[in-house]
């Protein structure tokens, strides 16, 4: 018996022994060497260019006026990039006179002058069955009886705020808080025929309806909201509503964007989540938050791209070696679960200051460091590159996410020189692009081809109605969702207005 019983306590302190003995020699610095990461292979999907041109059929859509006169137009501008999206060719004409109506035809028209001097061509086509949508209001006595107005009396003074949907008209619209949303319109007090079907008003005043005339249908924007490229999806909607039959391309995709993540993880600790969860910040942040976007991703059928960065210090101070050092805890582990899962891992800097020489625009609210030059980007940059493929040397980097989404040339030039494979910008669809934010289009870079500009429509864990509204406006022009968080939204206040204990799923 006492033989059986040292026998058996030998076994496991031997066991023991060689188990410390393995963990320590493929503890965090080294267990990525000891078992490589195992990239999943990339499923093989084909997407169709953004620039390909629409296929032809019997609709069409015409756009009264020369194109000359309206390049300088913003309606004319937003008209075009919701056309491209939504992979919807048009046509310039001169005149309706002697053209033929056509139940698939819609007739734009954005130009006052123009509307004015074709009046009676506008009557005539629409009369015999033909469709036109007046993108913004104008006032014209002559034709009100046209548009379904009843009477006019002019201008409002001051613009009218905020949008309500009063008719069924885009999947999701009808969900928004109009009333919250900052949509200014330039609009007319107008009192509407009874045949007139409202779709949107601003604080009760008709602002989109539409209207049959003799044979043909009317679609009247009394406005100025669609000279905001949040408004795209709304004018290809409202297009829609007129011909007997309308077909656009909806890409029907999503990314979902993780920013500073993999990042180093702060050691503060704070009282919310020691409270609500008895946990330190960095425990937190790998036993509860991300379980809980790993939650998020199997329930949704999400795929991440994480943008990473190797410090937060201001300067170029630390170089490769110490930023492996700094990292190989938390990158290793994120990093890995994330590539294992079938995430994407991109690049969002060598720290979090935006890639931007003193000449260049950024927000001084800020606070950031300007880079000194282009050579100092490109080696930072290099650093941080080192680290990543010291952790992981078989994953090649293809997406770069600007901090706080603001770069300018210098910085492109700079991330295309110190990382060539970078295929991918992704900072912003919409924004201020005075204070230096990167505001961008979906499709190849004009300048360089080897760029594809992938822009994110929102952001946060709580967007507000006005947020909303820009995403679901791209949802209805391209059917294109891009979204980003970073972890610490849940840490500040404004950003995480249910506090801490609103965690991702409980949102």
Known sequence: MWKKTSLNLFTVVFITVICISVIQYVKVKGFHQVIPTTIPPAEEEIYTSIDHPSIESEESILLLGKEGKLENDSAFQQFKESMKLAKKSYQFLDSLEGLKPNSYQVVVLLEKDIAEVERDNIRTYVAKG?????????????????????SSNGYFEESLNGITFRKDFVPLYEDLLGEDITVPNSSLDVTLKEE???????????????????????????????????SRGLFLQSISLLPDKFVSTQVGASVFFIDDFPSPITTSDYD????????????????????????????????????????????????????????????LFFGRDSLALGDELSLHGYNHQSLVTKDEPIDPELGYTPWKSQKAMEAATKDVMDMFDYFFPDYQVITYVPPSNVINDTGIRAIKSAHPPIQIISSLYLGNAELGTYIQEFGQDQVDPSLFHLPRSSSGFDPNETEK?????????????????????????NRNKGGIGQTCTKK
């Open 469 to 493: 509204r820009g995403y679901i406006d791209l949802l209805a022009n391209a059917g294109m969702f891009s979204h980003f968080i970073h972890p610490d939204d849940l840490l500040d206040p």
């Open 272 to 331: 919310e989540i020691e409270k609500e969860y008895k946990e330190s910040t960095t425990s937190f942040f790998r036993n509860i938050w991300w379980e809980e976007m790993k939650g998020l991703r199997s329930e949704f059928g999400l795929k991440y791209t994480h943008a990473f960065i190797g410090t937060y210090q201001d300067t170029h101070s630390i170089d490769a070696e110490e930023l492996i050092e700094l990292n190989e805890r938390n990158f």
């Open 130 to 150: 033909g469709n036109v949508l007046v993108g913004q209001r104008y006032i014209d006595a002559a034709t009100q009886d046209l548009y379904g107005i009843e």
């Open 196 to 230: 007139a079907e409202v779709y949107i008003t601003a604080e009760d005043v008709p602002i989109f309806w539409t209207y049959k005339y003799g044979e043909g249908k009317i679609g009247y924007w009394n406005g100025t909201m669609l000279h905001a490229k949040e």
